[in-house]
Antibody, heavy 121, light 107 residues
């Protein structure tokens, strides 16, 4: 059974870059067949889809974040990562990584527990 | 970008009652591209339904999904106390894979 675990700093200062990593166990990113996604949840608001990456490095970003967001993959460590630059208080949120099963009936079938990132000086 | 609009924003019901949640897409999408999630505070979202009507693994049969085109529905036939949460729909027809704004199901 696949498991995903987010890690990264809980507190980031405004204008800095937040870096988060998702470690995958029970599945190999390099095996293909899935896309690896980031989603965030602003407290008191809804879910926001941020983007995904394939093992090859191919990405798709939410246009609303495209200028600040970079998603990368390290198949040797079975991890994928998120970097969000120039953060503001509006980026305070729970950040989740998830596995996206594309194909005939696409869906996000496995999620990490999430990590809270607070942007504050 | 496909916008999903969920209604109502908040639904107040009691255990044992039937809940009907709506998700409307800004353009027609194939039913294979619509999923529903349950989200509780401090937890990861839980996949309930994908392909508009296929229950995910271990999801009780009181949860059902239906719909096509622009209108989709999640029905919970008999509410249990653990069902009170926020519910989101999500589309995979075209990226960005947007979510609806959520329906809060409260006692």
């Amino acid at each position: 059974q696949v498991q995903l675990q987010e890690s990264g700093p809980g507190l980031v200062k405004p204008s800095q870059t937040v870096s988060l990593t998702c470690t995958v166990s029970g599945d190999s990113i390099a095996s293909g067949g899935f896309y690896w996604s980031w989603i965030r949840h602003h407290p008191g608001k809804g879910l926001e889809w941020m983007g995904y990456i394939y093992y090859s490095g191919s990405t798709y970003y939410n246009p609303s974040l495209k200028t600040r967001l970079t998603i990368s993959v390290d198949t040797s460590k079975n991890q994928f990562s998120l970097k969000l630059s120039s953060v503001t208080a509006a980026d305070t949120a729970f950040y989740y990584c998830a596995r996206y099963r594309a194909g005939l009936l696409p869906h996000l079938d496995s999620w990490g527990q999430g990590t809270l990132v607070t942007v504050s000086s | 970008e496909i916008v999903l609009t969920q209604s109502p924003g908040t639904l107040s019901l009691s255990p044992g009652e039937r809940a009907t949640l709506s998700c409307r897409a800004s353009q027609s999408i194939s039913s294979v591209y619509l999923a529903w999630f349950q989200h509780k505070p401090g937890q990861a979202p839980r996949l309930l339904i994908y392909g508009a009507s296929t229950r995910a693994t271990a999801i009780p049969d009181r949860f059902s999904g239906s719909g096509s085109g622009t209108d989709f529905t999640l029905t919970i036939s008999r509410l249990e106390p653990e069902d009170f949460a926020v519910y989101y729909c999500q589309q995979f027809s075209s990226p960005p894979h947007t979510f609806g704004q959520g329906t809060k199901l409260e006692i």
